[in-house]
């Protein structure tokens, strides 16, 4: 019920935008995470579809990233700018549905997870 796209390879200082289908789906937040081979898998940005605090970004994307939705085509869009070596992994978008929910980074809170896009950025 998610579906990514946009990944590819990207110069250090490029850009590129990821995109999550999230077809019909109900969903009170979702997130971008992503896993670097040999890397644990972290939170990039998340945002949710109504909150003051959202959204919320990593401290490694802060000023660079930018999640935003378009609730017309119930889309959320990862603008990557500046891109850097260290953000090339495989991103994954997931979607909290659950009640209650948490807003966060905790894996455990996110319900649906896409199949995953690679990004390379390298030179």
């Known amino acids: 019920q998610l579906v990514e796209s946009g990944g590819g390879l990207v110069r250090p200082g490029g850009s590129l935008r990821l995109s999550c289908a999230a077809s019909?789906?109900?969903?009170?937040?979702i997130g971008w995470f992503r896993q670097a081979p040999g890397k644990e898998r972290e939170g990039v940005a998340t945002?949710?579809?109504?909150?003051?605090?959202?959204?919320m970004y990593a401290d490694s994307v802060k000023g660079r990233f930018t999640i935003s939705r378009e609730h017309t085509e119930n889309t959320v869009y990862l603008q990557m700018n500046n891109m850097k070596l260290e953000d090339t992994a495989v991103y994954y978008c997931?979607?909290?549905?659950?009640?209650?929910?948490?807003?966060?980074?905790?894996?455990?809170?996110?319900?649906?997870w896409g199949q995953g896009t690679q990004v390379t950025v390298s030179s």
């Open positions: 019909t789906l109900d969903y009170n937040a």
């Open positions: 997931a979607a909290i549905i659950k009640m209650p929910w948490r807003f966060g980074f905790q894996s455990d809170q996110y319900d649906i």
């Open positions: 945002i949710a579809r109504i909150r003051e605090d959202s959204p």
